[in-house]
């Protein structure tokens, strides 16, 4: 799961902590002041029942993408521009404040609106077309009485594998509170990247390509990544190493570190020993490298074979119209030695007769 909200609380609680890490809003500014009195009216308010989605809550997103200070080139806040809450390295047009990001949207919008789309992809264009952040789907997912997913997750890491993994620069789903609610969450018996014997799941450098790319943690059948200089969409910013991520923790199922124990199912290292990889690359690259030297040489014995052909046969021809010119010149010179021989018998008898 990639920058989920799964936990209202924590969520809620990463705002200003992750703001303030990211210069966006100022310690004991006005702003702050504001965002910290709105903090305790929330605490309260999910305090009494959690809901997914908290009014009292929301406004402390909405102050920061608003008034918050934006990481952009310009040095005076421009009027009419906010924070995107999806990248707080870049800003947006006020209110989106994200919504137009990333810069491609406005053609895929166009692409999945075209008639011929809708009908490959079977969309009724009559009744429904594509928006990228569609109302009545939010409004769907903040059912007031719908309990978060937090309560959900331990249950499910009973019985299987699961990565979360966060972008360094998302602010609307950031790190920080998926980072808190692993820390606090009880699951597998153990609570966090405890591993029952007084140490935590050390927090490693993950490597792609021998360069360290973000931070990895691995613990009874969870697994969380930090991808570095990535927004809320990481595959966006890194689709290889996003590929990467997930081959690695679909493949790897036999991978188990000093801290890792096997009775609590599949546990995936995301920093596995590349000679895995390699004998994995052997066993399927050779067979397919030898097929592929098979039908390279069969093609080129069906070219030769074909063009010994046509040379044989070009061959016959040339020898059919010699023997038959042979044959014409032949007749020629047969018939010109009858006729010169008439000739002479001719002349011969002439001579007799004058005799």
């Not at 959900?152 to 990565?163: A, E, G, M, R």
């Not at 979360?164 to 609307?172: F, H, I, K, R, W």
Request: with cysteine; net charge negative.
């Amino acid at each position: 799961m990639g920058n989920a909200y799964i936990d209202p609380m924590t969520m809620y609680e990463s705002y200003l902590p992750f703001a303030l890490a990211n210069n966006l809003v100022k310690n004991n500014s006005a702003l702050y002041n504001d965002i910290t009195n709105q903090l305790r009216i929330c605490q309260r308010a999910l305090s009494k029942e959690a809901h997914v989605f908290e009014e009292e809550c929301e406004y402390i997103l909405r102050q920061i993408q608003e008034n918050g200070e934006m990481n952009n080139q310009n040095m005076i806040k421009e009027k009419g521009r906010c924070v995107n809450v999806y990248d707080v390295r870049l800003d947006d047009t006020w209110p989106h404040c994200g919504i137009n990001w990333p810069p491609e949207m406005k053609y895929l919008t166009l692409y999945l609106h075209r008639q011929d789309v809708m009908s490959h992809i079977h969309v009724d264009s009559k009744k429904s077309e594509w928006i990228e952040c569609a109302n009545s789907v939010f409004k769907t997912f903040q059912a007031y009485h719908s309990e978060p997913s937090i309560k959900l997750l331990p249950d499910l890491l009973q019985k299987i594998p699961i990565v979360l993994y966060s972008g360094e620069y998302d602010l609307t789903c950031n790190h920080f509170a998926t980072e808190k609610m692993i820390d606090s969450m009880t699951w597998n018996n153990q609570t966090g990247f405890d591993l029952r014997d007084g140490t935590s799941a050390p927090l490693v450098p993950w490597i792609v390509d021998d360069e360290p790319v973000g931070l990895s943690r691995t613990a009874r059948n969870l697994t969380y990544v930090l991808f570095y200089n990535a927004s809320h969409m990481v595959p966006y910013n890194y689709a290889y190493r996003s590929r990467t991520m997930l081959h690695e923790f679909m493949q790897l199922n036999s991978s188990f570190n000093a801290d890792q124990t096997a009775e609590y199912g599949t546990v995936v290292n995301m920093n596995q020993p590349k000679s895995r990889i390699d004998k994995r690359i052997i066993l399927i690259g050779l067979p397919s490298i030898i097929i592929i030297i098979a039908l390279v040489s069969l093609a080129w014995f069906v070219v030769w074979k074909q063009q010994q052909i046509g040379i044989h046969t070009l061959l016959s021809r040339i020898r059919e119209l010699w023997s038959h010119k042979c044959d014409v010149q032949l007749q020629q010179l047969v018939v010109s030695s009858v006729t010169n021989d008439a000739k002479e018998n001719v002349h011969a008898f002439g001579d007799t007769a004058l005799v």
